[in-house]
């Protein structure tokens, strides 16, 4: 699984492309990658490359996939309960420390930030080891180990996910078949996300891009399942990782978008082909991973960080045809999306709470003021002796 997480950390390339890697192969193959110019040019095959898109309908092209694969990872976070998964990032982002309720503040933070030291540690390692193996022309292992990371991604997280739902509504299944019916599954999953890779042409696009999305979503749900400090250490390592893997001279994430440009092929990755914007696999499941978390404090966090990451997408996009170079996908998302968490969390979400719950029946204040038999309370204001500030003052009246 390590090879599946390294393909999604994420980057921007050029003037209208994000790129993005992340720790699996697959999920480093997830190279994120915007190709294109700054006229949204498309690129999603050799008979399109004349083909113009308006640049909404470029940006319109990967913001529906997006949104797609956070609506399954909020669909699933609540579907599948508390059921403990067996692969993806769980059991990676919790490898030297295990969140405990009874922990103190300290000791999760640090708990907290060495797990994500080593999911760094271990995304440097693997997008290390692929730049060598592209670099060196090693396709046939490179390929290789992403195809057996994708298919045992989506055979072993699909087929949990399955399980828990048909369990979910109590159907049974016969279990031959349905293991079966996923190993089937799985492999062609494997082949059409890197049929083009493979050099067996091009697959259907409608297709391929399904299976993406799935890929995604079934990563980004997997970490939902980490307690919150590691959720929150694993997005900022990721992030701070983006920057140092696609801005630094010698960056590995860098270092493979210009040598495949360079051969003209397409990037060991798995990447998203929109109408001009192809954006690597790691930037829908790290703003997915953010987003699932939301979810679960509630539905007012949760639609301020939808619109939090996507504004910050945007924001990345709009930057491209300006600075004319490589740009990290994830960072402004991820910094807004947090931001917005804490700040719903905090105090957007407790105030919503209280408007719709209002005064309760129960109150014994409340029979005080609606029982004109009653003594009943006055509040009346008044500026202080200092004149800039009102006080309030409750008197009891009794007509």
Known sequence: MISLLEGMASGTESAGSI???GVDPAVESGLPLVEGDACFRNTTGPDEDDAFTSPGQGVLSVLKPVCVTMAIVVFLTHATGEDIVQGGFSGLASMAYQERQADSVVIKAEGALLNALIIVFLMCIATTVMWYLYSYRCYRILYGWLLVSVVSLIFNL???VA????RSVNATVDTVSFYLFFYNFAALGGLITLWTQ?????????LKQAYLVLISALLAWSATKLPEWSTWGLLGAVSLWDVTAVLT??????????EARRREEPIPGLVYEGDGITLGGGDFVFYSILI?????????????????????MMATLALLPFVQKVLPALPISIVL?????FTSSAIITPLVGRAQIG????????HIQSDPKLPYIVHRYRFCESGDTFVEEEILKDD
Request: charged share 10%; hydrophobic share 40%; proline share 10%.
């Open 292 to 312: 699932g978390r939301a979810s679960l404090y509630g539905c007012g966090t949760l639609v301020t960080c939808v619109v939090a990451v996507l504004a910050g």
């Open 198 to 206: 493979l050099g067996l042409g091009h697959p259907p696009k409608a």
């Open 158 to 160: 699909g087929s949990f």
């Open 19 to 21: 790129s993005s890697g």
């Open 337 to 341: 999306g947090i931001a917005a968490y």
């Open 249 to 258: 001279p010698k960056g590995p994430l860098k270092l493979i978008v210009e």
């Open 163 to 166: 399980d828990s739902l048909l």
């Open 359 to 366: 005064p309760s029946s129960s109150d014994p204040l409340m």
